[in-house]
């Protein structure tokens, strides 16, 4: 059993493992930075330290168009990794749920190939199917980030 | 008395820093003494270094460290009072007896080394040339050996009672003549404590500082939130206010009026509140940024620090190479921050090493050229805004340039045709492996090269030039930011966007028009008195959002290399605090860093030398000829103006010329003589060595009637008539030049 967190971007609804995010505030100001990648949308300032920010829709491929979050609900999740931190905005957090990595279902062959490959599974939650993400798709941005260059 | 110190640490720190500091006036004061004689007043002065020493070193228990610094005194006092005199040989054992000193204490080494055996050994073998005095002080060595309390006795009295350092006086029954010594008041007691050493410093573990200057820096972001907490707590205060108005009282007129009554209260405290907090936030804003200016200042030191070890390298250095230098050294009292100064310690010994070992002559070949045998190496540091420029200058015989050429060609760093501008003989001479002649000296032992001044300078985000004359010296000129943590930005707007650039690579904006602006070869260029610059924009470089190229031109400068960029407005120049992109991103083109604004937003700061590199490729892409065609029109291109002749060699080369270059008549005049048949020559007047107007004159002089062309940003009649005068047979000047114009001319003069 474990703890997720769970968020919406558009009509999507994700989920990360609770323990890979280190926190969630209101969405920020973002710095784009030249030359690079449209879902690197730039950096922010955290408490005085450089902040990535990421779209992951647009990174794993789940959407085209970079979106400006909008909206109340609108956050930021400030995720933690091993050697790198970086945030994302999602248009709303739905909250925390409880699964048990047994109930998860084999994701359908047609997501696109990134988001598959970060996917460990589907979980039918109460709001609906929630596409349940592995933190080490962060490192996996990365790592196409130092091959874009 | 005696304390070990290992039972109290921070009394150690406390001892190695005095001693650090003694050591320091103490070498000083050697130093004078060996270059101007013996001086009383400082031998006075490092006496008493010694003898402080000597004190906290027993009061710790540090034996060894007593007994060096008991047998230097000996020594100093001696001198002092006459009873020795100075010799290399006496101020070389001093020296090294401060060297092991520093190693002791270094060391944190209680007990007596081999070193520390030798050194005192050699002292007492100094002290003993002062003949019967010394034999006398002999016994008072096998006293220190026996109880430093004995020894201390005989300094001590040497030292309250000045003139009568005769050891025969400590023992009245000898000196029958002289009234009885007195009993020794208390306040001659050879036993009193030593004198505690009062300073106006505190001693800090540098990360202490550093930890300090961030957390300044954190609270800084703090006030921001509380600024835009204000903020909102104005928001809820107009909602509050503007729904109380809208508030409907019909349906219950009591309830109605209890709400309003509470939504007032509410409403007056939140005007309040969020008033007060406004104020707050701009006094703290206030005390954080004054705080922040005490705090960087905290890890601030004079150069001279790093610079005052440097007349002793000299000197050491001078008699194993038996050269003479005089060594000037000028810090300025330029201050800089400790995590430069560290970096800019080694490169600084490497170029007066450089200076002493390839700069300055021997005294026999200063004298074959006209010179005075002793050389002269000056270091000087000045503080130029948020920088440090430090020259160390040398009157020596002056780069090979030629040589540096070779070695260029040999190691494929350069093509054998390639001319050598200023800038790429610095790059040559700081590329590791450049120096590759063996050496047994014990200078090589020291482990220096050039290429640690390129690493420490590049690391430093700072600059290295060098300007060197044949037979006349050379002169290397490092500049540095007085702190890594602060930089000065000049900050930009391109496509709507701000950017910071560090000043240092800023050499002057300017405004240029568009009829100013001509294209060379495919390349937009901008001639800014005489030097012709790439232009471009920075919002292309950055692939930004596109300006209306009406803004402000940026000279940017590094290396020696130069790039006029254009932005969308200038908005002015503040500190800004450079950090990384964070920990996902790991480096973007054209970035250094970044920085957070007062209102907490980022400005991504430009790294000048990859825009430098950007901005210039056009500008030095040549058209690739696939070999040279021999039945081309051969033209000689000579400028010093490395931007100048590569802009004339691709327009030349574009036309179907032939182009070799020169920097100046005299490489001109050599490479003329060297590859012979050239069929024009274009050159540029005012040169260093050879100018155009000479070398035009020694080519008609040989008899060469090749067709010359000057080329010049100078206009006047009289420069016009100078240059025909010589032969030249046509003159361009540069303010109107026309590269169909040039062509053309030079066709109508070669031979088709």
Request: aromatic share 4%; net charge negative.
């Amino acid at each position: 059993m474990q703890e997720y967190l769970v968020f919406s971007i558009g009509p999507e609804r994700f989920a990360i493992a609770l323990d890979a995010v280190r926190e969630i505030r209101r969405p920020p100001r973002v710095t784009p930075l030249p030359e690079s990648p449209v879902w690197l949308r730039g950096v922010t300032n955290l408490r005085g330290v450089i902040l990535a920010v990421i779209d992951i829709a647009v990174g794993l491929g789940a959407r085209t168009e970079v979106s400006e979050p909008k909206g109340r609900k609108c956050r930021l999740v400030v995720m933690r990794d091993v050697d790198c931190d970086a945030g994302f905005c999602v248009d709303a957090v739905d909250g925390v749920v409880t699964v048990d990595e047994a109930d998860l279902m084999t994701p359908p062959d047609t997501l696109p190939e990134l988001l598959r490959r970060w996917c460990e599974g589907i979980a039918a939650l109460e709001a609906g199917l929630v596409v349940m993400l592995s933190p080490e798709f962060l490192s996996g941005l990365q790592e196409r980030l130092g091959m874009a260059k | 008395m005696t304390q070990r110190w290992g039972d109290r640490p921070e009394l150690f720190e406390v001892f190695r820093g005095e001693v650090s500091d003694r050591l320091g006036s103490l070498g000083e004061g050697l130093l004078a003494i060996e270059t101007d004689g013996i001086s009383t007043p400082v031998l006075e002065r490092i006496s008493r270094d010694a003898h402080s020493i000597k004190g906290s070193a027993k009061l710790l228990g540090f034996t060894a460290v007593c007994d060096v610094a008991h047998a230097m005194e000996e020594v100093l006092v001696a001198l002092r009072d006459g009873a020795l005199s100075l010799t290399a040989g006496v101020c070389d054992v001093l020296l090294d007896a401060c060297d092991v000193l520093a190693r002791l204490v270094e060391d944190g080494s209680v007990d007596h080394t081999a070193a520390s055996t030798a050194i005192c050994a050699h002292l007492d073998r100094a002290g003993k040339a002062f003949g019967e005095v010394a034999a006398a002080a002999a016994p008072a060595r096998a006293a220190t050996e026996a109880g430093a309390d004995a020894a201390e006795t005989t300094a001590e009295r040497a030292a309250t009672v000045p003139g009568t350092r005769d050891p025969v006086a400590e023992v009245p029954l000898a000196a029958p003549h002289q009234a009885p010594v007195p009993a020794p008041d208390p306040s001659t007691d050879p036993v009193q404590p030593v004198r505690p050493v009062r300073s106006a410093t505190v001693r800090l573990e540098t990360s202490k500082v550093y930890d300090l200057i961030d957390a300044v820096g954190e609270s800084t972001i703090g006030q921001v939130t509380v600024k835009e907490h204000a903020d909102r707590l104005g928001d809820l205060f107009r909602r509050v206010d503007s729904r109380m108005r809208r508030l409907d009282h019909g349906a219950d007129p009591v309830r109605a009026a209890q709400a309003v009554e509470l939504l007032g209260h509410v409403r007056d405290e939140l005007a309040v509140l969020s008033f007060d907090i406004d104020d707050i936030a701009d006094a703290s804003r206030k005390q954080v940024e004054a705080l922040q200016e005490r705090a960087m200042a905290l890890a601030t030191f004079p150069a001279a620090s790093v610079m005052a070890p440097l007349p002793r390298l000299a000197r050491d250095l001078c008699r194993e190479l038996s050269k003479q230098v005089d060594l000037v050294v000028d810090d300025g009292d330029v201050e800089l921050d400790k995590q430069v100064l560290e970096r800019i310690a080694e490169p600084l010994r490497a170029l007066v090493i450089n200076a002493l070992d390839h700069g300055v002559e021997g005294p026999a070949e200063r004298e074959a050229a006209g010179k005075p045998p002793a050389g002269s190496v000056t270091i000087t540091a000045r503080q130029r805004g948020g920088q440090v420029v430090i020259e160390v200058a040398d009157d020596g015989r002056g780069v090979d340039v030629d040589a540096v050429r070779r070695r260029g060609v040999t190691a494929g760093w350069l093509s054998a045709e390639e001319e050598i501008s200023a800038a790429d003989l610095g790059s040559l001479l700081f590329r590791p492996g450049f120096s590759t002649a063996p050496r047994s000296t014990t200078t090589s032992g020291r482990g220096v090269g050039l290429d640690i001044v390129r690493d420490a300078v590049d690391a430093l985000k700072g600059g290295i030039e060098v300007h060197t004359e044949p037979g006349r010296g050379t002169t290397f000129v490092l500049t540095v930011p007085t702190t890594l943590s602060i930089v000065v930005g000049v900050t930009v707007v391109s496509g709507g966007r701000t950017y910071a650039l560090p000043v240092s690579a800023v050499t002057e904006v300017v405004q240029v028009h568009e009829d100013d602006v001509r294209t060379v070869a495919g390349q937009r260029v901008v001639d800014l008195r005489g030097e012709v610059l790439p232009l471009v924009d920075l919002c292309d470089l950055i692939s930004g959002a596109p300006d209306d190229g009406s803004g402000p031109v940026i000279v940017l400068s590094s290396a020696g290399r130069s790039l006029a960029m254009r932005v969308e407005d200038l908005v002015g120049q503040r500190e800004i605090v450079v950090k990384n992109l964070g920990t996902f991103v790991r480096g973007v083109r054209h970035v250094g860093g970044a920085s957070i604004l007062g209102n907490g937003d980022v400005i991504l700061v430009l790294d000048p030398s990859s825009l430098l590199a950007a901005g210039r490729l056009g500008a030095t892409s040549r058209p690739s000829l696939p070999e040279r065609h021999h039945e081309r029109p051969r033209v000689l291109v000579v400028d010093d103006a490395a931007p100048i002749r590569e802009m004339v060699r691709s327009i030349l080369e574009a036309a179907g010329f032939d182009v070799t270059t020169a920097a100046d008549g005299a490489e001109a005049i050599a490479t003329y003589e060297a590859e012979a048949g050239f069929d024009a020559v274009v050159s540029d007047v005012q040169m260093p060595r050879m100018d155009g107007v000479e070398l035009c004159s020694s080519l008609r002089g040989r008899g060469q009637a090749v067709p010359f062309v000057m080329l010049t940003s100078l206009a006047s009649e009289e420069d016009r008539r100078r240059g025909l005068d010589a032969g030249a047979d046509a003159y361009v000047t540069k303010a109107d030049f026309d590269q169909v114009e040039l062509v053309e001319l030079l066709r109508s003069m070669v031979p088709a």
